[in-house]
């Protein structure tokens, strides 16, 4: 189980007594929280938000109760999202310089919060100086560094993913843009200098490790197997480093085939079938069963690999947000509620915690935090004109956190109680039986103890017969009321259950 300490000092020092001073909390009972630094907080009055205003908004996501941060992006880049990256070694200066990252990563440290940044290797820049080097001509030495063909049944097979180099006779590989040519992890060259970037931000800088983009499109399907065993010398080269790391991945497949990468590879990857089971129930009101769904992941993964971790979420910078899927604004509450009581590790995209809204294109999922009525916090980020979390549709942090029966709080008074029962994080769970599928009711089985969670997916009181709960323990959570002569259970309205 990987387990992180942190004491205030310099990068790359280490503090023998640290065990002593700090018990360091498990990977597996953090939760983490998704940050789109161009959106979230200004704090030099550019209108675009920076790593100084993640600092400054540190405090916040401790009061929350996230113990660990994803930053999207922050290599220079010529795009927005910075998915394009022109240097692997610097900050992009629309979100300040190096000693800002540090700065950052000290004062997150010392919250006991875990950084990760995204790490984006399938893919660089076409302005990145190797691919303006490689596509000089088929004798520069930058050439191998990236995939070309001149082989027009390849083109014409995937029409999309290879683009013209001028007059040149070969077309280069970009799965998905042409701004984004592949890299050749064939050659030598590349393979090294990616496992010297990673061992830059983890000793150098003093990341904890990488949200790793595109881990599936390394190589095509057919090289599958090349695809796991570049993920597993990546990670084992890494760990020369004696420092510690989290690698997450995103992988958009199936959980047999992303099983193979947990193997040595990967520690976690994001449970995009969890989410869209998840929004599924919320939308249809009806549990498809997604405590059974849940546990088949795990298994498939357990077939895999010897240890795993499952990274657990609603929607992120990708997909539409949760709350423009769901009909009624009551229903933000439960999707709260059901991804902080399965187990795994939540990450939660930022703005979720207040309602925010958004729908494609990317931008308007992307859309400025709101932290204030207009005009009231100088860091605000308008970088984009908002089109759906606009502050007449989306109650304010500030406004939230006066208000004790807000959202936020909410998200607040959950987390706590995840962190205070770990069954909540890491039990092993089962479906409960003759459970009425408009209820979502499981058990997480724990050393610990085991856990009853049940679910009101309708905008009704439920009332549940409670000798089907077979739950006569203390209540750790309510939203209503058990009869006088506990009976029965009356579920409020999108409302949940937590019962030992």
């Given at each position: 189980?990987?387990?992180?300490?942190?004491?205030?000092?310099?990068?790359?020092?280490?503090?023998?007594?640290?065990?002593?001073?700090?018990?360091?909390?498990?990977?597996?009972?953090?939760?983490?929280?998704?940050?789109?630094?161009?959106?979230?907080?200004?704090?030099?009055?550019?209108?675009?938000?920076?790593?100084?205003?993640?600092?400054?908004?540190?405090?916040?996501?401790?009061?929350?109760?996230?113990?660990?941060?994803?930053?999207?992006?922050?290599?220079?880049?010529?795009?927005?999202?910075?998915?394009?990256?022109?240097?692997?070694?610097?900050?992009?200066?629309?979100?300040?310089?190096?000693?800002?990252?540090?700065?950052?990563?000290?004062?997150?440290?010392?919250?006991?919060?875990?950084?990760?940044?995204?790490?984006?290797?399938?893919?660089?820049?076409?302005?990145?100086p190797w691919f303006i080097e490689a596509r000089k001509g088929k004798d520069n030495p930058f050439r191998e560094n990236f995939v070309w063909s001149s082989d027009?049944?390849?083109h014409r097979k995937e029409p999309f993913h290879w683009h013209k180099n001028g007059r040149d006779k070969e077309k280069y590989y970009g799965f998905f843009w042409?701004?984004?040519?592949?890299?050749?992890?064939?050659?030598?060259?590349?393979?090294?200098?990616?496992?010297?970037?990673?061992?830059?931000?983890?000793?150098?800088?003093?990341?904890?490790?990488?949200?790793?983009?595109?881990?599936?499109?390394?190589?095509?399907?057919?090289?599958?197997?090349?695809?796991?065993?570049?993920?597993?010398?990546?990670?084992?080269?890494?760990?020369?480093?004696?420092?510690?790391?989290?690698?997450?991945?995103?992988?958009?497949?199936?959980?047999?085939?992303?099983?193979?990468?947990?193997?040595?590879?990967?520690?976690?990857?994001?449970?995009?079938?969890?989410?869209?089971?998840?929004?599924?129930?919320?939308?249809?009101?009806?549990?498809?069963?997604?405590?059974?769904?849940?546990?088949?992941?795990?298994?498939?993964?357990?077939?895999?690999?010897?240890?795993?971790?499952?990274?657990?979420?609603?929607?992120?910078?990708?997909?539409?947000?949760?709350?423009?899927?769901?009909?009624?604004?009551?229903?933000?509450?439960?999707?709260?509620?059901?991804?902080?009581?399965?187990?795994?590790?939540?990450?939660?995209?930022?703005?979720?915690?207040?309602?925010?809204?958004?729908?494609?294109?990317?931008?308007?999922?992307?859309?400025?935090?709101?932290?204030?009525?207009?005009?009231?916090?100088?860091?605000?980020?308008?970088?984009?004109?908002?089109?759906?979390?606009?502050?007449?549709?989306?109650?304010?942090?500030?406004?939230?956190?006066?208000?004790?029966?807000?959202?936020?709080?909410?998200?607040?008074?959950?987390?706590?109680?995840?962190?205070?029962?770990?069954?909540?994080?890491?039990?092993?769970?089962?479906?409960?039986?003759?459970?009425?599928?408009?209820?979502?009711?499981?058990?997480?089985?724990?050393?610990?103890?085991?856990?009853?969670?049940?679910?009101?997916?309708?905008?009704?009181?439920?009332?549940?017969?409670?000798?089907?709960?077979?739950?006569?323990?203390?209540?750790?959570?309510?939203?209503?009321?058990?009869?006088?002569?506990?009976?029965?259970?009356?579920?409020?309205?999108?409302?949940?259950?937590?019962?030992?």
């Amino acid at each position: 189980m990987l387990t992180f300490s942190f004491l205030p000092f310099s990068c790359g020092e280490k503090a023998e007594n640290d065990q002593m001073n700090h018990s360091p909390i498990p990977i597996d009972e953090r939760v983490f929280y998704e940050i789109f630094v161009h959106a979230f907080y200004d704090t030099n009055g550019d209108s675009i938000g920076d790593l100084n205003g993640v600092t400054a908004k540190l405090d916040y996501l401790q009061d929350l109760g996230i113990t660990g941060i994803w930053l999207l992006p922050v290599h220079p880049s010529p795009s927005y999202h910075k998915y394009d990256v022109t240097d692997y070694y610097g900050i992009h200066p629309d979100y300040g310089n190096m000693e800002d990252m540090k700065t950052l990563l000290a004062e997150a440290h010392k919250r006991d919060i875990l950084v990760l940044i995204d790490m984006v290797i399938n893919h660089c820049s076409s302005e990145h100086p190797w691919f303006i080097e490689a596509r000089k001509g088929k004798d520069n030495p930058f050439r191998e560094n990236f995939v070309w063909s001149s082989d027009t049944l390849v083109h014409r097979k995937e029409p999309f993913h290879w683009h013209k180099n001028g007059r040149d006779k070969e077309k280069y590989y970009g799965f998905f843009w042409k701004g984004m040519p592949d890299l050749n992890f064939d050659c030598p060259e590349v393979r090294e200098e990616m496992k010297k970037i990673g061992k830059f931000w983890l000793t150098e800088v003093g990341v904890d490790g990488f949200r790793l983009d595109a881990v599936k499109y390394i190589y095509p399907d057919s090289l599958s197997g090349k695809n796991v065993a570049w993920w597993q010398e990546y990670r084992s080269s890494l760990e020369t480093t004696g420092k510690d790391f989290f690698l997450v991945a995103e992988i958009w497949d199936e959980s047999a085939h992303i099983g193979s990468f947990l193997d040595k590879g990967v520690h976690a990857a994001f449970n995009f079938d969890l989410s869209f089971a998840i929004e599924e129930m919320l939308v249809n009101r009806k549990d498809p069963g997604i405590a059974q769904i849940l546990d088949e992941i795990h298994t498939s993964y357990r077939d895999a690999s010897d240890s795993f971790y499952d990274a657990i979420f609603l929607k992120n910078h990708d997909q539409d947000r949760i709350m423009s899927l769901v009909s009624d604004p009551r229903q933000a509450r439960l999707a709260a509620s059901i991804l902080l009581t399965l187990p795994g590790i939540p990450f939660i995209y930022y703005g979720e915690e207040i309602a925010m809204l958004g729908m494609k294109p990317d931008e308007y999922i992307r859309e400025p935090m709101v932290w204030d009525l207009p005009g009231a916090d100088p860091g605000q980020t308008r970088w984009i004109k908002p089109r759906y979390s606009t502050p007449e549709r989306i109650s304010p942090v500030k406004q939230q956190q006066e208000d004790p029966g807000s959202l936020l709080a909410h998200y607040k008074k959950m987390i706590a109680l995840r962190k205070t029962h770990p069954a909540l994080a890491r039990g092993t769970i089962e479906s409960m039986n003759q459970i009425p599928d408009h209820l979502c009711a499981y058990t997480l089985h724990d050393t610990a103890g085991d856990v009853v969670v049940i679910h009101n997916l309708t905008g009704k009181t439920a009332k549940l017969d409670t000798r089907l709960l077979n739950a006569s323990g203390p209540v750790l959570y309510l939203d209503g009321k058990y009869t006088k002569d506990r009976k029965s259970l009356l579920l409020d309205p999108f409302g949940t259950l937590v019962q030992y």
